[in-house]
C-alpha cells in the first residue's frame, strides 16, 4: 500500500519529476506503512487480542503481550509524526524500530533452533519483515541523504 501511495504522489507531481521527489514519496509513505500503521495495528493486536497473538507466535499469553502491545504505540506514534516529519524524525523511527526488529529477529532465530518454534507469527512473514524493513528504511535514508547532497551541490554551484 505504501508503495502505492507512493506512486500516486510522485506522479501528481508536476513535470518534471525528480529523484528527489521520488526518494521523499517513498521515504513518506514506507514510515506511515511500515512504522505508523503496522505498528498501531501491533498495539491492537497485542493489546486487545493478545491470546491470539501469543498462539499465532508460538508462546504463552503472558502480560508481556500488553507491555509489547503499548511499545508498538510509542512505535507507531513515531511513525506517524514521521510521516511528515524531517530527516531526524525519520532516521528516529526507522532506528529505534530496527532495533527493535533486529533483535526480534535473533529471538526468532533462537526459538528456531532451540525450541523448534516453527509456528508462522515467529518463522513465517514476521521474520522475513524483521529483516526487510531496516534493511528498506536504513536504504531509504541513505537514498534520501544522498539526493540532498547532490541537491545542496547544485544549489551551491
Known amino acids: 500500500m ?15 519529476r525528480t529523484r ?7 521515504l513518506s509513505y514506507f514510515v506511515l506503512f511500515a512504522i505508523g500503521i503496522t505498528y498501531f495495528y501491533n498495539f491492537v493486536m497485542h493489546v486487545f487480542f493478545g491470546e491470539m497473538s501469543a ?3 508460538g508462546w504463552a499469553d503472558t502480560p508481556f503481550q500488553t507491555e509489547l502491545g503499548f511499545a508498538s504505540l510509542g512505535f507507531a506514534a513515531v ?5 511528515r516529519g524531517d530527516r531526524s524524525m525519520r532516521v528516529a523511527a526507522i532506528v529505534g524500530v530496527s532495533f527493535f526488529l533486529l533483535g526480534a529477529a535473533g529471538v526468532h532465530i533462537y ?15 514476521i521474520f522475513w519483515t524483521d529483516i526487510l524493513v531496516p534493511a528498506i528504511g536504513f ?19
Do not use: W
Not at 112 to 120: K, L, V
Open 2 to 16: 505504501g508503495l502505492i501511495a507512493s506512486a500516486i504522489v510522485y506522479l501528481a507531481k508536476p513535470a518534471p
Open 20 to 26: 528527489a521527489q521520488l526518494v521523499e514519496a517513498l
Open 55 to 57: 498462539r499465532f507466535i
Open 79 to 83: 511513525g506517524f509524526l514521521a510521516f
Open 111 to 125: 526459538e528456531m533452533i532451540t525450541a523448534h518454534n516453527f509456528a508462522p507469527g515467529n518463522a513465517g512473514i
Open 139 to 157: 536504504v531509504l535514508l541513505y537514498l534520501q541523504a544522498r539526493t540532498q547532497s547532490k541537491n545542496a551541490a547544485i544549489t551551491a554551484a
